[in-house]
């Protein structure tokens, strides 16, 4: 064999090796894979001591978290290039970490004005600049706040720099939304539409007629436990205990954990189970429960679209997301048991704190209807 047909050879054989390796990939897995190269080609666009920090914080964060943070501190560091004269002539891998020391207090409260509404430009597949207006909303603009706070206290922390001045930063303030849920009724119309499509448009009904068995699985799953969506496309077909009416899902930091169901979701997810066993998949997507309509793995987007077709049918004034099944799930549970730390166990939060923050309207209707729950005297004397 001819030295070049050997190499062919090794070659071919490294990419059979390398594409089963990816397919024995877990979901999540594989998820942080992907974005664990979005974010070293970030990073190769920004200062070298950001590499010093994303290695310090990866323990700590999720990657999703840290391509965000990377992104915010593409902004700023294209912020001082563009607003601060010092830095006219610089590009972001040329910053340095006296540079950080130079900026004060109200160098950082330029770039929150400058956030708040900025133009950006980029080429487009021809070579030519294209303007792009970016409105950030009060939430994103706390966001990119927090990344800059967090880069500079860890930075100030490890005394790579002398001062902290993100830290007298103000956070905005934000006002409290009120948590968007379906009621009981909506609830059970929503999954009355996922089994019947009456309401969807005749292309809808096409599709509708292919995928109902899936999406009433799907929702009555997300609504009968309160899992993520990205949970719930991430399952696998050896996730779903029926012995113990659980699944096993993979949580935001990296925890496994089971949650149960109800006799509900039980009689929506075995049909759905039993019909894909019989299923051939896509490459790479054999493990996968929930499939797409090419026998892929669902992805995220295509679920929220589901939800959005399904819910905007029934319920057209309420903006329904995968999220708000969820919160409806959250509020449902709160609702029935009271107790608002099982609530944060079966939801995932890490902090009760944070269950407490979007349940805090149901916490102050239980406190007043705990008023005339005790008596002083009895009603004979």
Known sequence: MHERDLQMQTFTHLRIIQKVFLMALKYYEQIDRDNTKKIRELLDELPYFCTMYFRGIETTTS??????????????????IHENPLYKDYSPRDFQLEDLDKLSVTDLEDYLEYIKYRTDVSEDKYGNKVEKEVINSRTSIKRKVASIRTFYRYLYRDRL?????????QMPKLKEKDIIRLDANEVADLLDEVENGEKLTRQQQVFHD???????????LMLGTGIRVSECVGLNMNDVDFNNDGI???????????????DEVENALRPYVEWRKHQATAPGHEDALFLSLRMQRMSVRSVQYMVKKYAKTVTPTKHITP??????????????????????????????NTTKKHYAALEDERRRSARNKVHLRSDDE
Do not use: W
């Not at 292919?210 to 009555?220: F, I, Q, S, V």
């Not at 096993?248 to 109800?262: D, P, Q, S």
């Open 63 to 80: 990657s999703r978290t840290r391509i965000a943070y990377a992104r915010d501190l593409k902004i700023f560091f294209q912020f001082l």
């Open 161 to 169: 720099i002398k001062t902290n001045p993100a830290d007298l930063l």
């Open 210 to 220: 292919k995928t109902e068995l899936r999406d009433e699985a799907m929702m009555t």
């Open 248 to 262: 096993h899902i993979h949580r935001k930091g990296g925890k496994e954990v089971t949650v149960y169901f109800g």
């Open 323 to 352: 999220h708000k099944l969820r919160s409806t799930y959250g509020t449902n549970l709160y609702k029935e048991t009271g107790d608002i730390y099982l609530v944060a166990d079966v939801l995932g939060h890490n902090d009760v």
